[in-house]
């Protein structure tokens, strides 16, 4: 436990970090909206095609671990919106619903890919990248839908289908996994580029991750707050390493379907709440719970996961 704990302790000192410097008067406030757009268009899709395209696929059971991840993940959206008539009938408005679900289902892939390649290296990196590309687009559309349905606005539901399809995380996975099972050919000094792009991307991303916590939204949470977390950082990981133990996954992809299962959700929730109707401080201060508390509970995850691996 000791040892898990200190190897993703490193991950959760650059959020810490990112929480001082944005609160620090040496940073101009302005930069840390640049920084969130250039790692959602920048660095993020140059770590996720990097990822994939060097990946030895070979290795891994792709078929297996991608279906699972996407099994689970559809379960749990299930498993919450199921949850909604008992919410409703105590006085739980849709708005409230919606950043409930989006903090339940989505899931800090910056974290994610910092801890895996923290613990396994390329091999870790390729199997979160890989649960990425089975989820994302999925996951995308099944929040957007839900948005869309609790805040009544169902016009314009193609434009945000197309702003899923052209998210660059869906468009940079798919190139990258074109390129590798393709073969396709990448004049070396440019992927030698694109390599120094992802190896900066996960520290600012982590550092961007604790710029955006909402702490003082924090300090008394909500108990809708205390709802989102405990699904999302304890009945998600349980439920994941459960179906995967099930479908005969071990080793190194259970620790990693566990972990990608474990870690908080992802800020860019707060956006799309705070765009489609939702309740985008409920958000906020559920993502920073869920932050604060994942320091304790991924290592319990990544601990129970580890032991079931190795039987």
Not at 88 to 102: E, H, M, T
Not at 266 to 290: C, F, H, P, R, S
């Amino acid at each position: 436990m000791l040892a898990i704990f200190e190897s993703i302790l490193p991950i959760f000192l650059l959020v810490l970090l990112g929480v001082a410097l944005r609160r620090s008067p040496l940073i101009d406030g302005t930069f840390w909206n640049g920084l969130e757009q250039c790692g959602y268009y920048v660095l993020f899709p140059a770590l996720l095609f990097h990822t994939l395209a060097r990946a030895d696929f070979t290795s891994i059971d792709l078929h297996v671990v991608g279906m699972t991840a996407i099994g689970v993940v559809l379960l749990m959206c299930l498993f919450v919106l199921l949850l909604w008539p008992a919410l409703r009938r105590i006085g739980v408005r849709a708005p409230a619903f919606s950043s409930l679900f989006q903090a339940a289902t989505r899931w800090n892939s910056f974290i994610a890919l910092a801890i895996a390649d923290k613990l396994y290296g390329a091999t870790g990196l390729t199997v979160v990248a890989v649960v990425m590309a089975a989820i994302i687009i999925p996951l995308n559309f099944i929040n957007v839908s839900v948005l869309l349905w609790f805040s009544g606005a169902h016009r314009g539901y193609w434009q945000f289908t197309l702003r899923v399809i052209s998210n660059p995380q869906i468009v940079s996975s798919a190139l990258g996994v074109a390129v590798n099972l393709l073969g396709i050919p990448i004049y070396e000094p440019l992927m030698v580029a694109v390599g120094l792009v992802a190896q900066a991307s996960l520290s600012l991303g982590l550092i961007a991750v604790g710029a955006g916590l909402k702490v003082r939204d924090a300090v008394r949470p909500r108990p809708m707050v205390l709802v989102g977390t405990a699904i999302k950082l304890i009945v998600f990981p349980v439920v994941m390493i459960g179906i995967a133990t099930l479908v005969g996954i071990g080793g190194q992809p259970l620790v990693l379907l566990a972990l990608s299962a474990a870690v908080p959700t992802a800020m860019n929730g707060y956006i799309l709440a705070k765009k489609m109707g939702g309740d985008a401080e409920l958000y906020a201060a559920t993502a920073t719970v869920q932050t604060a508390a994942s320091f304790l509970t991924i290592p319990a995850v990544l601990l129970f996961a580890g032991q079931l691996a190795a039987g």
